[in-house]
């Protein structure tokens, strides 16, 4: 009731001896004579496998999801591009975003 943090300092609980503590706990370890060392995954050959190197190419790719976790309401998203070209992402980016990012602060 009349300690003051500030004056006092931090208050620490008095320690009691206690001739009974043998040290901090620690779980027994139990040898095991099976132990091979830490486990990797086996590789195995996989004889169908092909190299695609167009596997992630979309030609016609019509649609973008985003999935959102908002804190705070009235985030907006606008302006959104998708491409491969960022000097073409950079104009976008100046002709829009560029033109009213101080505004939007």
């Given at each position: 009731?009349?300690?003051?943090?500030?004056?006092?300092?931090a208050w620490e609980?008095?320690?009691v001896p206690n001739p009974e503590f043998q040290g901090?706990?620690?779980?027994?370890?139990?040898?095991?004579?099976?132990?091979?060392g830490k486990w990797e995954a086996p590789e195995i050959d996989n004889p169908d496998y092909k190299p695609n190197a167009e596997l992630y190419a979309f030609?016609?790719?019509?649609?973008?999801?985003?999935?959102?976790?908002?804190?705070k309401s009235?985030?907006?998203?606008d302006n959104i591009i998708?491409?491969?070209?960022?000097?073409e992402a950079e104009e976008l980016?100046?002709?829009?975003?560029?033109?009213t990012k101080v505004q939007e602060k």
């Amino acid at each position: 009731e009349d300690w003051n943090d500030e004056e006092d300092g931090a208050w620490e609980p008095p320690m009691v001896p206690n001739p009974e503590f043998q040290g901090a706990w620690k779980a027994k370890k139990i040898k095991n004579p099976n132990y091979k060392g830490k486990w990797e995954a086996p590789e195995i050959d996989n004889p169908d496998y092909k190299p695609n190197a167009e596997l992630y190419a979309f030609n016609d790719l019509k649609f973008v999801g985003f999935e959102l976790w908002q804190v705070k309401s009235g985030s907006i998203f606008d302006n959104i591009i998708v491409t491969d070209d960022f000097k073409e992402a950079e104009e976008l980016a100046n002709e829009t975003w560029g033109k009213t990012k101080v505004q939007e602060k």
